[in-house]
């Protein structure tokens, strides 16, 4: 498994954007498939992005489909996801998620695939 810490979360303006990374320990992390996650409160951990080992396939949620990115930069054992034009109602803790996959081609979007995962990143969105 990989250590994972996320970060970039913070107050931000419906409308406006953030980038969150996740920082990942070891040197294999090429070979770990990567999402993020959200659950607000009282609520269920929901899936948002992924992202296969490689980088080359991805995978969101309708409801982010065209206003976030996630990417990663595997030199620096980090995933990023670029939220833009957030709306109120995404307001929740951010989580990110890693599992060592077959191949770099191969990702997850359900959470029960993930074995490592970081402690989470607050996301408000103020309307």
């Known amino acids: 498994q990989v250590q994972l810490v996320e970060s970039g979360g913070g107050l931000v303006q419906a409308g406006g954007s953030l980038r969150l990374s996740c920082a990942a320990s070891g040197r294999t992390f090429s070979s770990y498939a990567t999402a993020w996650f959200r659950q607000a409160p009282g609520k269920e951990r929901d899936f948002v992005a992924a992202?296969?080992?490689?980088?080359?396939?991805?995978a969101y949620a309708g409801s982010v489909k065209g206003r976030f990115t996630i990417s990663r930069d595997n030199a620096k054992n980090t995933v990023y996801l670029q939220m833009n034009t957030l709306k109120p109602e995404e307001t929740s803790v951010y989580y990110c998620a890693a599992e060592r996959a077959l191949t770099g081609t191969i990702y997850y979007t359900e959470a029960r695939h993930f074995g490592s995962w970081g402690q989470g990143t607050q996301v408000t969105v103020s309307s």
């Open positions: 992202i296969s080992g490689s980088g080359v396939n991805t």
